[in-house]
């Protein structure tokens, strides 16, 4: 097991730096760039100032250069410092992250207990109301665009039934302390995190379920039953934990999307996250801090596959036979 | 005689409307006895699992008992609820099952499914069930029982798989013991320990046993009395000795014609020009390995050589994992060999590629073992045919024709052009692939455990069949199987196959009467019923 971690981190490291080459040039694609949009802001058209703010950044450099410069400092985790918002990038990111990852957290949890819990019971009464109900269900936050269901709930229970608040990340001005302050997070975190949930809470109900009758038909549930042990026991023990593997790789996709797949919630929901540091980022054309989101949420696409794989591992014991 | 543990009376099992036939079981009677071994025996679709299902509580959701009662120890066990069943299984009635790859829960240690029999029923402390798992892993011939009950099911072979599912069984001391073809699945070897090992389990725990199986050596090997059954009813009872030795009904005598002998018929061997020769070929299979990792290396074949000849069946026996398969693909060419040469005639087919070796691959062809798997369930049976010629330019309407009458050959109906494989039973199927593999007018036909998946009296049927297109269209054959008794009756000339070797080849008559090698002698032995059928 420490031989297969360190193999694997071995590589991720490699393909993170691979990763960091091809964004560093994609970023450069896009037309304009920040002394561009500083001297827009400011109102100056001046090509002077424009190119003094290009030597004072390090843009007027060649970019293998730059490259270079950039890689260096990723390989002593310094992720560089933000122009705009003066201030170091690894700062802005880890002031960012916590809300981010509440929201994103809570996202996953509900959508896998969820999802695993109706399609579980989908599976148990296959062809009867309940499974008609759940599936129908499952495939209509399934098809509707998430941005859609974030406006509806809004509207429906903020605006209307003024039952949760529409956005933010805490009441502003509410001056709540401890536990108060905690409820009121809780709060503000209710429906992003559902609508944000909603789409892979569809997805475990579809695959748990048909999972679950798969594995209903194999033999060693026969066994199982041969055996005198109670309908619950056998689902429980035997087809549930079996059917459980597919979708373990499915929550390990779902988990590499924690950091930077909440983009389009925190935006609807005015969440201060990573996701819409990125998105002002992009505006700015501040590379440093566009790469260094980048950089962040890849290195946790890796790190969750990685964990992914050593779950795999503890749950199904064939894996390590077949390595 | 003593009173019967489980007595079967009249019972009735509905199957679902629009089924081939009204009842799965038709009011079969008979009775379970305390140290006796009942063989329930019957071709496919005769109900013996059905039977075997009941008996358990554990029909299929859509068939559906209409009749007739389970009578033990003085209730009847259709009336039972669900508590009442759950009472029963594994506590009085246990059951292992045909398949010991798939019957354990893969993801579940050996002892702990084990000791969840116990768990079942509320019997024990936990710690106490481990240390029965234990005593029972040992007392069903589990090497190092402390260890393998920590073992996971797919580090323990087919065998010991079948042992541990026995060792679950007993757990509980159970009056009856069900076993639904439990040595189908397993090569020869192991099939004579585990017949052996449910012989002795139910001698010395004086256990009454309902063994379910088609194979009729099996049957001599282990049956005290015997039950034929035939489309749900049952055709003749009576013990193992009369059943076998004068049988009354001309199906059971069917039946037992139709298994192949161990005796080879008397054969002149083809002396004709070689159709195939094979010479030092090897292919040693690698998997797994990585950056750092060592690999996986299974050899499938160490330097095989062998002639075959105009007009010959050469056999190919062996256990599973020794090879034959391999050498198949390998005469085939659908793997490429390490080294070694396959020469079709005066062709060096594996020299060959591009177009030239497509061109030379309809002069070999191969018959599969799966007649469910192995054609296209979305083509009808006339497309199948004609694919292979259509493919190699033969004009649209004579490929047609010759599919026509390539049907005729294998002797199915001309009206079968036009229907789809899923309409025909597995004999059937079988002949369409032949008829697939004719169709392309080969010199050789390779036949990969072709009759392996079929009834026998299907399977003498497709024997016979398969002969006579050898005689009449001058084919040679390389003939696969793990089934000796097959081997016995088709081949000119058998060759045994051990962990990628031959090691021995000679006449199937000079085999069968002197074999030399010790692991072909094993083999021998153990084949079920062998005794019984040269006594």
Not at chain 2, 399 to 410: I, Q, S
Not at chain 2, 426 to 432: A, C, E, T
Not at chain 2, 447 to 476: T, W
């Amino acid at each position: 097991m420490a031989l297969f971690l360190a193999r694997r981190l071995g590589k991720g490291i490699l393909v993170l730096l691979a990763i960091v080459v091809l964004n560093f040039f994609l970023i450069r694609l896009a037309p304009g760039d920040p002394a561009l949009v500083m001297a827009g802001e400011a109102g100056a058209g001046d090509e002077l100032y424009v190119a003094q703010l290009r030597e004072k950044f390090g843009l007027d450099q060649p970019l293998p250069l730059q490259l270079g410069l950039y890689l260096r400092s990723i390989l002593s985790l310094d992720l560089g410092y933000s122009v705009r918002q003066q201030m170091p990038v690894g700062r802005l990111i880890l002031d960012r992250l916590p809300a981010t990852l509440l929201l994103t957290g809570t996202a996953f949890l509900i959508s896998l207990t969820l999802g695993v819990a109706l399609g579980a019971l989908a599976a148990r009464r296959a062809g009867r109301l309940a499974d008609t109900a759940i599936t129908a269900l499952a495939l209509l936050f399934y098809a509707t665009p998430l941005f859609w269901v974030s406006l509806m709930a809004i509207i429906v229970f903020s605006v209307r039934l003024d039952w949760l608040p529409a956005f933010g990340f805490e009441t502003v001005g509410g001056g709540y302390t401890g536990l108060a302050r905690a409820a009121d997070i809780a709060r503000h975190l209710v429906l992003p995190s559902l609508t944000l949930g909603l789409f892979f809470m569809a997805v475990y109900v579809r695959m748990t379920r048909a999972s679950m009758l798969e594995v209903a038909g194999l033999d060693f549930v026969k066994t199982a039953r041969a055996k005198g042990l109670r309908e619950g026991t056998v689902q429980r023990r035997h087809v549930l934990r079996n059917a459980l593997l597919p979708v373990v790789t499915l929550a390990g996709l779902q988990a590499g999307t924690l950091v930077g797949g909440a983009i389009l919630t925190e935006t609807v929901f005015a969440w201060p996250g990573i996701g819409r540091l990125m998105y002002e980022a992009l505006l700015q054309r501040d590379y440093n801090l566009l790469l260094g989101v980048f950089v962040v949420s890849s290195a946790m696409v890796l790190l969750f596959n990685l964990v992914t794989d050593v779950i795999y591992r503890v749950v199904d014991p064939r894996i390590e036979a077949a390595s | 005689m003593s009173a019967p543990v489980v007595s079967v009376r009249g019972l009735r099992l509905a199957l679902p409307p629009g089924a081939d036939r009204p009842l799965a079981v038709d009011g079969v009677s008979f009775d379970l006895t305390a140290g006796e071994i009942l063989c329930l025996v019957g071709e496919s679709g005769s109900g013996k699992s059905m039977c075997a299902h009941a008996l358990m509580g554990l029909l299929p959701r859509a068939v559906k008992p209409s009749g007739g009662e389970i009578r033990m120890e003085g209730t009847d066990l259709l009336a039972q609820d669900e508590a009442g069943w759950r009472d029963t299984r594994g506590r009085r009635i246990a059951m292992i099952f045909q398949e010991p790859m798939t019957a354990l829960n893969p993801l579940m240690r050996i002892g702990d499914q084990m000791a969840e029999m116990f768990e079942a029923h509320g019997l024990l402390t936990p710690a106490e069930r481990r240390a029965r798992a234990v005593a029972l892993a040992g007392e069903v011939g589990l090497p190092e029982p402390e260890r393998i009950v920590r073992a996971y099911p797919h580090q323990l072979s087919g065998g010991q798989r079948q042992r541990a599912m026995i060792a679950m069984a007993l757990a509980l001391e159970p009056a009856v013991l069900v076993a639904d073809e439990p040595t189908t699945a397993l090569d020869v070897t192991t099939q004579a320990q585990i017949l052996a090992l449910v012989r002795d389990l139910q001698r010395r725990r004086n256990m009454a046993v309902l063994f379910i199986t088609h194979d009729f050596g099996v049957v001599a090997e282990i049956a005290d009395r015997v039950l034929v059954l035939r489309h749900g009813r049952v055709v003749e009872a009576g013990p193992a000795a009369a059943v076998l030795g004068r049988p009354q009904e001309s199906y059971t005598r069917t039946l037992l014609a139709a298994v192949p002998s161990m005796d080879p018929p008397v054969r002149t061997p083809p002396a004709g020009p070689k159709a195939v020769e094979v010479a030092g070929l090897t292919k040693t299979y690698v998997t797994g390995g990585g950056w750092w990792r060592p690999a996986r290396r299974v050899e499938a074949a160490r330097g095989v050589a062998f002639a075959l000849h105009k007009g010959e069946t050469l056999g190919l026996v062996g256990e599973s994992g020794s090879g034959k398969s391999s050498i198949a693909k390998l005469v085939m060419r659908l793997v490429e060999p390490d080294a070694g040469t396959v020469r079709l005639g005066d062709t060096d087919l594996t020299r060959l590629s591009g177009e030239p070796l497509r061109r030379a691959r309809r002069r070999i062809q191969m018959v599969f073992q799966d007649p469910f798997a192995s054609l296209n369930p979305r083509r009808t049976v006339g497309r199948i045919i004609a694919d292979g010629p259509r493919a190699h330019g033969v004009p649209e309407a004579e490929a047609r024709e010759r599919a026509r009458r390539l049907l005729g050959l294998v002797g199915l109906d001309p009206s079968a052009f036009d229907r789809y494989p899923h309409e025909f039973s597995g004999g059937q199927r079988q002949r369409v692939g032949i008829a697939r593999a004719l169709a392309l007018e080969p010199e050789i036909l390779v036949a990969d455990e072709a009759v392996s998946a079929l009834d026998v009296s299907v399977q003498a049927q497709v024997l016979a069949l398969l002969e006579d297109l050898k005689a009449r269209l001058g084919l040679s054959m390389l003939f696969i199987t793990h089934d000796l008794r097959v081997a016995a009756q088709i081949c000119d000339r058998i060759a045994v196959m051990r962990r990628g070797e031959i090691v021995e080849l000679k006449t199937a008559s000079a085999l069968f009467a002197h074999p030399e090698h010790p692991y072909t002698r094993a083999l021998l032995d153990a084949v079920p019923g062998r005794t019984r059928s040269a006594a």
